[in-house]
């Protein structure tokens, strides 16, 4: 199938300027988002998520280069154009960002009494489907303090769901949320993606989020893109430091710790990395028994990224023909990382 691309950066940079100093908080940048990705942009506070969020939008204007959403040319676009434009690029927040004086109808609302296209009735009908869409149905009459955090986004979602946008950014939308929420929201941006096809670029601090919802990943440092990729790929084999650190945040080891500890443990040490089907088969019985090593498993780890399993071992091996062993994985589309 053809690739089409929903968002497209050329060369696009943003300085801002602050008491007549420069603050570079983008530099030169490129990145193409496809239609119907989650794409999702990670790194620590400062390194110039938001500024690059809000370029899409136009929320910030680009010191320099070329911002095309939706073939449109969003950087030579006057007031009108721009107001046109916004209905179709829908925005979450980290704080929700709701009108405590309204209902939940009515925030969810807003959006399409500002556009003035619809009926009063039409609005009714359309804000009824996207409270049922986002499981808020029976809230519609709540004010925003009567609901829960999680509450609260979804009443974000469906608002910015209104005017059938084609993309979605999310701002850190669930970095004020406790976990078990943030699975739920992140579960409902997944089927709003899936269902409406939907391209969602998002950003967060969080590996979490980028490894349950999102296709392709960009770790950002310093106002620049370091590492980009598909997630699994980023993910498992990361190589700037930067994604490294969030990579082990997410796992919660510290590697130099764990290399410690398996100072005492004798023979050759592996990381063994397993994808999809590979994640169920059982090579490792089967290879050590053909081979005759033996092993002990030190770390491991089950788990998905976003629909697919993977598997991370470390194993410490001894004994019998090793260089078959590593043969073997290798074959079998293991990835195998000697790490002594
Ligand atoms: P992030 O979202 O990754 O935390 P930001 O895009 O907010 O990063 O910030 C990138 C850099 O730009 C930081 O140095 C920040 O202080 C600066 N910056 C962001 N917004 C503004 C602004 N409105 N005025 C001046 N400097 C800003």
């Given at each position: 199938?053809?690739?089409?691309?929903?968002?497209?950066?050329?060369?696009?940079?943003?300085?801002?300027?602050?008491?007549?100093?420069?603050?570079?908080?983008?530099?030169?940048?490129?990145?193409?988002?496809?239609?119907?990705?989650?794409?999702?942009?990670?790194?620590?506070?400062?390194?110039?998520?938001?500024?690059?969020?809000?370029?899409?939008?136009?929320?910030?204007?680009?010191?320099?280069?070329?911002?095309?959403?939706?073939?449109?040319?969003?950087?030579?676009?006057?007031?009108?154009?721009?107001?046109?434009?916004?209905?179709?690029?829908?925005?979450i927040?980290q704080h929700f960002n709701l009108?405590a004086?309204?209902t939940v109808?009515?925030n969810?609302?807003?959006?399409?009494?500002?556009?003035?296209?619809?009926?009063?009735?039409?609005?009714?009908?359309?804000?009824?489907?996207?409270l049922?869409?986002v499981g808020l149905a029976d809230h519609a009459?709540k004010y925003p303090a009567q609901l829960s955090g999680g509450q609260k986004q979804r009443v974000g979602i469906a608002?910015?769901?209104?005017?059938?946008?084609?993309?979605?950014?999310?701002?850190?939308a669930t970095s004020a949320l406790d976990p078990q929420t943030t699975a739920s929201v992140l579960q409902l941006?997944?089927?709003?993606?899936?269902?409406?096809?939907?391209?969602?670029?998002?950003?967060?601090?969080?590996?979490?989020?980028?490894?349950?919802?999102?296709?392709?990943?960009?770790?950002?440092?310093?106002?620049?893109?370091?590492?980009?990729?598909?997630?699994?790929?980023?993910?498992?084999?990361?190589?700037?430091?930067?994604?490294?650190?969030?990579?082990?945040?997410?796992?919660?080891?510290?590697?130099?710790?764990?290399?410690?500890?398996?100072?005492?443990?004798?023979?050759?040490?592996?990381?063994?990395?397993?994808?999809?089907?590979?994640?169920?088969?059982?090579?490792?019985?089967?290879?050590?028994?053909?081979?005759?090593?033996?092993?002990?498993?030190?770390?491991?780890?089950?788990?998905?990224?976003?629909?697919?399993?993977?598997?991370?071992?470390?194993?410490?091996?001894?004994?019998?023909?090793?260089?078959?062993?590593?043969?073997?994985?290798?074959?079998?589309?293991?990835?195998?990382?000697?790490?002594?």
């Amino acid at each position: 199938h053809k690739v089409r691309y929903v968002i497209e950066f050329h060369n696009v940079h943003k300085t801002y300027r602050v008491a007549g100093k420069d603050i570079p908080a983008l530099h030169s940048t490129s990145l193409r988002v496809e239609s119907g990705q989650v794409f999702g942009l990670i790194g620590h506070s400062g390194a110039g998520k938001s500024t690059l969020l809000r370029l899409i939008n136009r929320l910030e204007t680009p010191s320099g280069g070329q911002i095309i959403v939706d073939n449109e040319d969003v950087t030579a676009m006057d007031a009108n154009g721009l107001r046109r434009f916004r209905q179709q690029v829908g925005m979450i927040f980290q704080h929700f960002n709701l009108l405590a004086s309204k209902t939940v109808a009515d925030n969810v609302a807003l959006p399409l009494t500002l556009a003035g296209e619809l009926s009063r009735s039409e609005i009714e009908q359309r804000v009824a489907e996207l409270l049922a869409r986002v499981g808020l149905a029976d809230h519609a009459k709540k004010y925003p303090a009567q609901l829960s955090g999680g509450q609260k986004q979804r009443v974000g979602i469906a608002r910015a769901l209104a005017t059938k946008p084609k993309v979605l950014l999310c701002d850190e939308a669930t970095s004020a949320l406790d976990p078990q929420t943030t699975a739920s929201v992140l579960q409902l941006l997944a089927e709003i993606n899936r269902e409406l096809k939907l391209t969602i670029v998002l950003i967060t601090h969080e590996m979490d989020v980028i490894r349950r919802v999102c296709d392709v990943v960009a770790v950002m440092d310093a106002g620049k893109i370091v590492e980009q990729g598909p997630v699994a790929d980023v993910f498992l084999h990361p190589k700037h430091p930067t994604t490294r650190r969030f990579v082990q945040e997410d796992e919660q080891v510290d590697e130099s710790e764990q290399r410690d500890d398996f100072a005492h443990v004798p023979g050759r040490i592996v990381r063994l990395t397993f994808q999809g089907e590979a994640t169920y088969a059982p090579l490792l019985g089967t290879i050590a028994r053909e081979t005759g090593v033996d092993y002990s498993i030190l770390a491991g780890r089950i788990d998905r990224i976003k629909d697919t399993p993977y598997g991370q071992l470390t194993l410490a091996i001894t004994g019998g023909d090793m260089d078959a062993a590593f043969a073997r994985f290798t074959a079998a589309d293991v990835h195998m990382e000697v790490l002594r």
